[in-house]
């Protein structure tokens, strides 16, 4: 990977950045503070996106930056042999390959994903190999044996043989689980083959009752054909039989139902007779009666004149009731146009108290209601402004003097213990002032006296309003009563000497007993006509009733000469019923034994075919035994070639392994050899891959802090050497932050020389430090400042090269880039 330019718009403390790099050796120089590391951080951040950068998406953003301006990195750089262009913002991210118009990822997820895969290392990775800082130099030291292990196997591209392992593995687990599967549910073939031997027995032994079955069916069929001729002519005697006894009952029961007849026709000539004897004495007896009916006609109609009389009698004492009622009211409403006048008075002074009560109510109701609401939202706002202090303070305290200025966004250095305390100061004010508005709240929850008492106050008035309302309601529908009153009496009047007249009309002489005894005779009289009525119907049907019984005689004689014919065919039969009974039995033996028979055959006819079918399933049973025996010999085949592949990458890793510390301490001892001037020229690792340093031959026990960093540093550059060698795509990028800071004049100068030496194997090398005596060793410059006018950082880039006056005299001027987004200022070799 090499690296093209970079350009920062709105990125922390960079407005608007824009530089190029270069092969070799890039020295990046400026005070502490100044937004050096800013730019390594933007590299990051434009390849894996947030989870690069420090802090939240809100302090990405540069302070000064227009609220609606976009925060923006675009990074460009070679890698196998392919141009990329990135371009990430806080919502968006696209990438471009080769010059290319269309974006081959454009969203944040996707860029992130591509970038990954194609330089082959996670953002951990990618920061622990190539972004080197003094902080991160002892990042083996910080490991456990077996995570340093791991650290390295990983670094170096060795994790890939585990992940082929694993699979191996997996694949080999799997093909276990699938030969247990198949052998658990694979049937016993010694079982197999003894259904096979006992299914063929089976078909044998079935076959032979068939046939036997076979005949025994057709010998009873030859023996119940001969019976069907003699069986067919007993049914046919036995059905003639029993058609002529049926007739023969049927004749017995019409020569029964004549006699019958006969003898109910007897007794009705015998009830005429004494009928023609009754009739006469009951016709005189009737004559005798009939002026009983007008008399009960006329005396009906007296006894509805009567209750006509008792209703209009009624009537007339109810009407003066009435009158004396009505009376009675006029007199007490004498004294209702009194009552109302005074009670309209009392209601108008009701009303008076009671509006002056509610207006009072709601004046104090009112101003309790606003000191309650402003006392909650003072004792809130409070709450929230003590919130935000303490937050405040928190930070404060926990970044001491590099905290950031609320104003600036710089740290606040001598003036932190100032602003502590002002906000220390603020905290106690808005203590002491919540303790009051919560206790005055508090007060104010409970209804005040005064509110209660003008409640009680307002309910008495208004019950008593009430019921002056209902009163004069009362009084005024009295007074509209009065005035119907006389019209009432005046109508009372008329209807009651009306019904006076007509109880004059009503006619009287109504006798009760006499209407009685009239009804007794009339009801006796009617009684007689329908005796009269039924004796004579029965004289008027003498002639038919004997016409009748001369036909039932002739019709009772012939039934009975019919019986006597029907008893002479039934005796002319030959069939009775013992010799029907022999027949029919002979002939069921016969029908039972055939169907036995037939049953018996199609028993053996079935059980030859579940023979079969059982024969079938041994035979299939056979077989799938065959073919899971072949599968279970392949999958076994294929285990044991998984078997020796994991034993195999095993034996490589252990190889690999093996290999890995002599090598990696045989590269870092050279760089160690060449930083030392010679004093150390071996630096060895024991088995947890802790760093030793040998001298003369033996091990150094102790370790200044200075060589402690000069080891992690030839360490690192080790690591990233070999990962450059064994990396499937060549990697040239080496970048070193702030890694002189504990090493002298001397030692400084190695480092460069040495980074000046890795040329064939890292094309292009980028320091980063605040130390300016390491520039005469660099191939070019980047000096970064903090423009304290514009409140950004700025980049000015100048050539560097050994014994160059003019290009030393570049690196004391300030290039000061436009912020313009149209026209950014491009930093380029001098």
């Not at 080891?711 to 990028?733: H, K």
Request: net charge negative; charged share 30%; glycine share 6%.
């Amino acid at each position: 990977m090499r690296l093209l330019s970079l350009r920062l718009q709105n990125f922390r403390q960079h407005a608007d950045t824009r530089i190029t790099f270069d092969r070799g050796l890039t020295g990046i120089i400026g005070p502490n503070g100044s937004g050096k590391s800013t730019l390594l951080e933007a590299i990051a951040w434009a390849l894996y996106g947030n989870p690069a950068a420090r802090g939240t998406r809100d302090s990405i953003r540069f302070s000064r930056a227009a609220p609606r301006s976009s925060v923006k990195v675009e990074l460009e750089f070679e890698l196998a042999g392919h141009r990329y262009r990135v371009i990430r913002g806080l919502t968006n991210a696209e990438v471009y390959l080769d010059a290319g118009e269309t974006p081959i990822a454009n969203t944040i997820t996707g860029a992130t994903e591509l970038l990954q895969r194609r330089l082959g290392m996670t953002r951990a990775e990618f920061f622990h190999t190539y972004f080197t800082g003094q902080k991160e130099l002892d990042v083996m030291a910080t490991l456990g044996a077996a995570e340093r292990a791991r650290f390295l196997s990983r670094v170096l591209g060795y994790d890939r043989i585990c992940g082929a392992q694993e699979l191996a593995r997996e694949r080999r687990r799997s093909l276990l689980a699938e030969i247990n599967g198949l052998k658990q549910g694979m049937p016993d073939p010694d079982a197999i083959w003894r259904a096979v031997a006992d299914a063929e027995a089976r078909v044998a032994v079935a076959r032979t009752r068939a046939a036997e079955a076979e005949v025994a069916q057709q010998s009873a069929a030859q023996k119940l054909t001969a019976l069907e001729p003699r069986w067919h002519d007993a049914q046919a005697q036995r059905d003639q039989r029993q058609q002529l006894v049926s007739e023969l009952r049927v004749a017995e029961s019409e020569a029964m139902s004549f006699a019958r007849d006969a003898e109910r026709l007897e007794r009705e000539l015998d009830a005429m007779a004494q009928a023609h004897q009754e009739l006469l004495p009951l016709r005189e007896h009737v004559a005798a009666l009939l002026h009983v009916r007008d008399a009960l006609a006329a005396q009906e109609r007296l006894a509805e004149a009567d209750a006509r009389r008792q209703s209009l009698m009624g009537r007339v004492s109810a009407y003066a009731e009435e009158e004396a009622k009505l009376n009675e009211r006029g007199v007490r409403l004498e004294s209702a146009p009194a009552l109302e006048m005074e009670t309209t008075a009392q209601l108008q002074t009701m009303r008076n108290t009671l509006a002056e009560t509610e207006r009072t109510l709601d004046q104090n109701r009112t101003a309790w209601a606003r000191d309650r609401q402003e006392a909650e939202t003072r004792l809130e706002a409070l709450r929230t402004q003590y919130t935000d202090l303490s937050a405040q303070r928190d930070t404060l305290e926990g970044l001491g003097e590099e905290s950031p200025c609320p104003t600036c966004g710089r740290p606040l250095g001598a003036s932190f213990r100032t602003v502590l305390e002002q906000v220390q100061e603020q905290i106690e004010t808005v203590r002491v002032d919540g303790n009051y508005f919560r206790q005055r709240a508090e007060q104010l929850t409970s209804v005040p006296a005064a509110i209660e008492t003008l409640e009680t106050t307002r309910r008495t008035v208004q019950t008593d309003v009430a019921a002056a309302e209902r009163r004069l309601a009362r009084i005024q529908a009295a007074l509209a009563e009065a005035v119907t009153l006389e019209e009432q009496r005046a109508q009372l009047a008329a209807r009651l000497q009306d019904v006076t007249a007509q109880l004059a009309l009503v006619p009287a002489g109504y006798d009760a007993g006499q209407h009685a005894a009239l009804r007794a005779d009339a009801m006796r009289l009617q009684e007689l006509e329908t005796r009269v009525a039924r004796v004579g119907g029965l004289v008027d049907r003498e002639v038919a009733t004997r016409n009748e019984r001369a036909r039932v005689i002739v019709a009772r004689d012939a039934a009975r000469a019919r019986m006597i014919a029907l008893e002479e065919q039934c005796a002319a039969l030959g069939m009775d019923e013992g010799t029907y009974a022999s027949v029919r039995g002979a002939y069921e033996v016969a029908a039972a034994d055939a169907r036995k028979a037939e049953l018996e055959s199609v028993s053996a006819t079935g059980e030859a075919e579940r023979a079969r079918a059982a024969l079938e399933t041994a035979e299939q049973g056979r077989r799938d035994v065959a073919r899971l025996q072949g599968t279970l010999d392949t999958l076994e085949t294929e285990k044991r070639l998984h078997d020796e592949l994991d034993r195999a990458l095993t034996d490589l890793r252990t190889d690999l392994n093996f290999q890995l510390r002599p090598e990696l301490s045989d590269i870092a001892s050279r760089f160690l050899e060449d930083l030392t001037d010679g004093r150390y020229s071996q630096l060895e690792f024991d088995e947890e891959y802790r760093l030793i340093v040998m001298e003369e031959g033996l091990p150094k026990p102790v370790i200044s802090g200075g060589e402690e960093d000069l080891c992690n540093l030839v360490l690192r550059l080790a690591i990233s050497q070999m990962i450059a060698e064994r990396a499937g795509q060549a990697f040239s990028l080496l970048i070193l932050d702030e890694v002189f800071g504990s090493l002298d004049e001397g030692r400084r100068a190695n480092v460069v020389e040495l980074l000046r030496k890795l040329n064939d194997r890292f094309e292009q090398v980028i320091v980063i430090t605040h130390i300016e005596q390491v520039r005469e060793g660099l191939d070019r410059l980047m000096l970064v400042r903090f423009d304290e006018t514009q409140g950004c950082s700025v980049v000015a880039a100048g050539a560097a090269l050994l014994g160059d006056e003019s290009a030393n005299s570049d690196l004391t001027s300030t290039l000061v880039p436009e912020r313009s987004d149209t026209a950014p200022a491009t930093l380029t070799e001098a």
